[in-house]
T-cell receptor
Framework: DQQVKQNSPSLSVQEGRISILNCDYT??????FLWYKKYPAEGPTFLIS?????DKNEDGRFTVFLNKSAKHLSLHIVPSQPGDSAVYFC????????FGQGTELSVKP | GAGVSQSPRYKVAKRGQDVALRCDPI?????LFWYQQALGQGPEFLTY????????KSGLPSDRFFAERPEGSVSTLKIQRTQQEDSAVYLC?????????????FGPGTRLTVL
């Protein structure tokens, strides 16, 4: 059973607009969440994280929101840039990570 | 080197062959993780080392999979009698103990294709 789910395999956004990537989880014991970005033929690169004691964390153009009651988190990218085109994974855990299936973001000029 | 390196980057094996995948973590990183990423999926945890001790191997899919890190630095993931379902990208990540989880650094992966 998939404990971390990303239900949208792909997302296409116009440059300059907001990208919203979503992630749901099932285990209420998870207390740390991360977003990774992955380009083809490269390993995942850490983007941003959030602890369960917070509901928002911001880093430049990237903001992660956590809704614990809904077991849902989202990554907002504003404004989106073509260089943001990649596969985005959400993950849960504090050492051993449990990943979602990924969402491929395409930002069109 | 500055990052996690893995070799080989690509490996093609005939079904039944044994393979060995190498991971060089970032110098000084105590923790090392192996993940398996099937096509179109997210990485899945295989095993975890702290120094030379393998503390968690709950994700290894079968006894054909074996990992070691004898000197607490370089790690090798060995797959015996490879099967087609072993075809995947194998990712290694290292982490400096005491750091927050977000400092888990991934290597580029080894893409294994079993024919």
């Amino acid at each position: 059973d998939q404990q971390v789910k990303q239900n949208s395999p792909s997302l296409s956004v116009q440059e300059g607009r907001i990208s919203i990537l979503n992630c749901d989880y099932t285990n209420s014991m998870f207390d740390y969440f991360l977003w990774y970005k992955k380009y083809p033929a490269e390993g995942p690169t850490f983007l941003i994280s959030i602890s369960s004691i917070k509901d928002k964390n911001e880093d430049g153009r990237f903001t992660v929101f956590l809704n614990k009651s809904a077991k849902h988190l989202s990554l907002h990218i504003v404004p989106s840039q073509p260089g943001d085109s990649a596969v985005y994974f959400c993950a849960a855990g504090g050492g051993k990570l449990i990943f979602g299936q990924g969402t491929e973001l395409s930002v069109k000029p | 080197g500055a990052g996690v390196s893995q070799s080989p980057r690509y490996k093609v094996a005939k079904r039944g062959q044994d393979v060995a995948l190498r991971c060089d973590p970032i110098s000084g990183h105590v923790s090392l993780f192996w993940y398996q990423q099937a096509l179109g999926q997210g990485p899945e945890f295989l095993t975890y080392f702290q120094n030379e001790a393998q503390l968690d191997k709950s994700g290894l899919p079968s006894d054909r999979f074996f990992a070691e890190r004898p000197e607490g630095s370089v790690s090798t993931l060995k797959i015996q009698r490879t099967q087609q379902e072993d075809s995947a990208v194998y990712l290694c990540a290292s982490l400096w103990t005491g750091a927050r989880p977000d400092t888990q650094y991934f290597g580029p992966g080894t893409r294994l294709t079993v024919l």
